[in-house]
């Protein structure tokens, strides 16, 4: 895919704002969970980042670049969302 393709438009349009959802998901776990249920929260975060990804990418209706699309919606969010346990879990274990 080069730059000048319509495609990579579409990508963005519809892959950053999924990851964009996952970082407040991740957030509001962060900020509403004891640190004990960190570990239940972010696996439900990711199942819905999963459930929005396909729900965005079927109401794009293009079919070139889906799979392309999903696995860069899906990666980021995962990426996310390990960067966020590894924060969250720092925040765990530091003395109160």
């Not at 293009?62 to 966020?84: D, H, P, Q, T, Y």
Request: hydrophobic share 65%; aromatic share 6%; glycine share 8%.
């Amino acid at each position: 895919m080069t730059i000048d393709q319509p495609g990579l438009a579409l990508a963005l349009r519809s892959v950053i704002p999924v990851w964009v959802l996952v970082v407040i998901g991740a957030v509001l776990v962060g900020v509403f969970t004891p640190a004990a249920q960190f570990g239940k929260w972010i696996p439900i975060v990711l199942a819905a980042a999963i459930l929005v990804t396909f729900s965005v990418q079927l109401a794009t209706e293009e079919k070139v670049g889906f799979v392309n699309r999903v696995m860069a919606s899906l990666g980021g969010s995962v990426v996310i969302l390990a960067a966020a346990t590894a924060i969250l879990a720092v925040i765990a274990l530091a003395p109160k």
